[in-house]
């Protein structure tokens, strides 16, 4: 069995991150797998490139920049990721696809494939998985529709958009969408129930199977490690209460809740907690924001963590990780802080619900509830023995359900099935 990963990038983002550990996991489960990407950052020589020289290079960033010339149209849209998928590479002819028993299509935007590469896929006559890192397979172009459920009858007068049209781009968009996955033999993936509903629920997917597997992680890399051994390395305190947030852009999406994270520790400041001189902030996916000074404790920023090994020194240096993104397909930054034993606190919505288990390894407060964010803070420090069994909990959650072995099964499972 050959699996081929089709992803844009091999590890730069969320979505190239987790595609790149399907493919690592397979392999090390002795399946034939592999990645073809259109932009390659690592050295790994099971991950082949569309873009190998300096020329396929420059047309990979006009696709791109001619891709985002059509939302410049709405002059008063929101500060949002959206992509039309206009122009894109033809890779149904290569190689890696050609000899491959299955193609496992990933986050294929930022100029790889455009929708009418997606169906000439239906050349190679072989079974297509997409799997899901954000919503915006079944979207009119958004990547997370923020609370908007238009992608379930047909968009058009795109609230994203500010557009008052009913025939609006979003609506081309999906239409076309719909027209090129019934003629693909398809079968979705999602990371999370939540993201799973939204698919099934979805004007393009309705009618075809939907299946959730989670993303996977290291087990072996992301460990726990010694705290005191941890600050060490990372010259941080031994006798602070370190709050870990982080996130690709973690200050600047406003995705990823950093301002009601700011809010919760301004009601945390506020009540007069015996933790309060404690308390620090550690900050990773960033090295500034313009409104430090409004933070009531110390922060510091660590800037962006290229390598697995010390984001794992960050898990495990901090007393919590709190991540309170308003939407997440997954959510890898939890996954990862649990599996090195570090427990974490994230509203109770989209895909954090499925990785933390209430009070048992972490905390969900209400949906963006900056009052609860900081109640589940203090209920998480308050009690050292409370926090020492949280952290076994969420590493022990990791290793039954998110492991590679336990994943690659998972897969291997769904591809026997769709080759019979």
């Given at each position: 069995?050959?699996?081929?990963?089709?992803?844009?990038?091999?590890?730069?983002?969320?979505?190239?991150?987790?595609?790149?550990?399907?493919?690592?996991?397979?392999?090390?489960?002795?399946?034939?797998?592999?990645?073809?990407?259109?932009?390659?950052?690592?050295?790994?020589?099971?991950?082949?490139?569309?873009?190998?020289?300096?020329?396929?290079?420059?047309?990979?960033?006009?696709?791109?920049?001619?891709?985002?010339?059509?939302?410049?149209?709405?002059?008063?849209?929101?500060?949002?990721?959206?992509?039309?998928?206009?122009?894109?590479?033809?890779?149904?002819k290569?190689?890696?696809?050609?000899?491959?028993?299955?193609?496992?299509?990933?986050w294929?935007?930022?100029?790889?494939?455009?929708?009418?590469?997606?169906?000439?896929?239906?050349?190679l006559?072989?079974?297509?998985v997409?799997?899901?890192?954000?919503?915006?397979?079944?979207?009119?172009?958004?990547?997370?529709?923020?609370?908007?459920?238009?992608?379930e009858?047909?968009?058009?007068?795109?609230?994203?958009?500010?557009?008052?049209?009913?025939?609006?781009?979003?609506?081309?968009?999906?239409?076309?969408?719909?027209?090129?996955?019934?003629?693909?033999?398809?079968?979705?993936?999602?990371c999370?129930?939540?993201?799973?509903?939204?698919?099934?629920?979805?004007?393009?997917?309705?009618?075809?199977?939907?299946?959730?597997?989670?993303?996977?992680?290291?087990?072996?890399?992301?460990?726990?490690?010694?705290?005191?051994?941890?600050?060490?390395?990372?010259?941080?305190?031994?006798?602070?209460?370190?709050?870990?947030?982080?996130?690709?852009?973690?200050?600047?999406?406003?995705?990823?809740?950093?301002?009601?994270l700011?809010?919760?520790?301004?009601?945390?400041?506020?009540n007069?907690?015996?933790?309060n001189?404690?308390?620090?902030?550690?900050?990773?996916?960033?090295?500034?924001?313009?409104?430090?000074?409004?933070?009531?404790?110390?922060?510091?920023?660590?800037?962006?963590?290229?390598?697995?090994?010390?984001?794992?020194?960050?898990?495990?240096?901090?007393?919590?990780?709190?991540?309170?993104?308003?939407?997440?397909?997954?959510?890898?930054?939890?996954?990862?802080?649990?599996?090195?034993?570090?427990?974490?606190?994230?509203?109770?919505?989209?895909?954090?619900?499925?990785?933390?288990?209430?009070?048992?390894?972490?905390?969900?407060?209400?949906?963006?509830?900056?009052?609860?964010?900081?109640?589940?803070?203090?209920?998480?420090?308050?009690?050292?023995?409370?926090?020492?069994?949280?952290?076994?909990?969420?590493?022990?959650?990791?290793?039954?359900?998110?492991s590679?072995?336990?994943?690659?099964?998972?897969?291997?499972?769904?591809?026997?099935?769709?080759?019979?």
């Amino acid at each position: 069995m050959k699996i081929v990963h089709v992803n844009t990038s091999d590890i730069n983002g969320g979505a190239a991150r987790a595609a790149f550990r399907f493919n690592e996991a397979l392999n090390k489960s002795q399946v034939n797998s592999q990645m073809l990407v259109q932009k390659k950052s690592g050295d790994h020589f099971n991950v082949k490139t569309v873009t190998d020289n300096k020329i396929k290079r420059v047309l990979a960033k006009f696709r791109s920049a001619f891709n985002s010339l059509f939302i410049k149209l709405y002059k008063k849209k929101k500060s949002i990721v959206f992509s039309t998928a206009k122009l894109g590479v033809d890779i149904f002819k290569h190689e890696s696809l050609e000899k491959a028993d299955i193609i496992n299509l990933h986050w294929i935007n930022g100029g790889f494939l455009s929708l009418n590469n997606i169906r000439k896929l239906q050349k190679l006559d072989k079974p297509i998985v997409w799997t899901l890192h954000d919503m915006w397979p079944f979207t009119g172009g958004c990547h997370y529709s923020n609370g908007c459920n238009k992608y379930e009858k047909r968009c058009g007068k795109c609230p994203l958009l500010n557009s008052n049209r009913n025939r609006d781009l979003t609506r081309k968009i999906l239409k076309k969408k719909r027209k090129i996955y019934k003629e693909l033999d398809l079968t979705i993936i999602t990371c999370s129930e939540w993201l799973g509903e939204c698919a099934k629920n979805s004007y393009v997917f309705k009618d075809l199977r939907v299946k959730v597997i989670p993303n996977t992680l290291d087990t072996n890399v992301f460990k726990p490690i010694g705290k005191k051994i941890a600050r060490n390395i990372l010259n941080l305190p031994q006798d602070k209460k370190l709050v870990l947030f982080g996130a690709i852009n973690a200050t600047s999406n406003p995705r990823k809740g950093f301002n009601c994270l700011k809010k919760s520790l301004i009601k945390f400041s506020d009540n007069g907690s015996k933790l309060n001189k404690k308390i620090e902030l550690l900050v990773f996916g960033a090295s500034s924001s313009d409104d430090i000074e409004k933070l009531p404790f110390k922060t510091r920023f660590i800037g962006r963590l290229y390598d697995n090994y010390t984001l794992a020194l960050c898990y495990s240096a901090a007393d919590i990780f709190v991540g309170p993104s308003l939407e997440e397909a997954f959510g890898q930054t939890y996954s990862e802080a649990m599996s090195c034993g570090t427990p974490c606190i994230a509203f109770n919505h989209s895909g954090p619900k499925d990785i933390i288990d209430h009070k048992k390894n972490g905390y969900l407060a209400n949906y963006k509830s900056a009052d609860d964010l900081a109640k589940g803070i203090i209920w998480c420090l308050n009690d050292k023995k409370r926090l020492n069994n949280l952290g076994n909990n969420a590493r022990r959650k990791v290793l039954n359900n998110y492991s590679f072995d336990v994943i690659s099964k998972q897969y291997l499972k769904l591809y026997r099935e769709l080759l019979k």
